[in-house]
């Protein structure tokens, strides 16, 4: 099993500083409208709600705040000025050598090929770049991209992709804490749905139930 929890427990990771991608938020949003499961209301009790109560130290570029839509910027905003810091670039492009090279070399990654100004990518490229600048943990649920290019580019080698199938964990350690199973058949559902290819990629046991069980000596 591959896992940044090998290196970095569980309860050490939640107070390490870490960046949020928009993609926590749209979880199943191609099926919002047709699976009650996938609603926005339903994700924020399964795995967001725990996810904001749970990090302590957590930021957002601005970048990615701008793409987020009114019920996640809402929701957001509760946390922002307790756990939660909407970060920029600081005007570091074209000043800052180690920031540019990082910058650029991101872009040029061919996996990304993103072109300053362009609004593809924008978010998770500027996000990467202020991780990897700041030495932080990064998150995102759609990670296929980021984990890969954080594998291959030398400037990315210290920041840990902190990947779905960890943010259920961690929402099931939170539920558990207060004897609370309520939310047990939903996080396995979206475990087995939405962490297929992070399971096959890492080697992770199919279903969550295996995983908590092989994450014990994470936690």
Known sequence: ???PLKKTALHDLLNKPVLFDANIFMVGIS???SDKNCSFENLIQLYIRPLFESFTDIYIHEEVYKELDNDARAFT???KGKNVTIVNEGGLYGKDPQYTTI???ICNHE???YRRGSSKDRGEVYSLAYAAYHNMN???SKEIMVDIVAGELRELKDVEIITFDII???AYVFYARQNDNSNSKGLKSIYKKYCADVIKRHRLPPTLG???KASQDYL
């Open 210 to 212: 295996d995983y908590i």
């Open 77 to 79: 905003d509760t946390y």
């Open 168 to 170: 259920l964990l961690q």
């Open 31 to 33: 099926e919002r409208l």
């Open 103 to 105: 910058f650029n070399n």
């Open 1 to 3: 099993m591959i896992t």
């Open 138 to 140: 990064y998150f995102c």
């Open 111 to 113: 996996l990304i090929k």
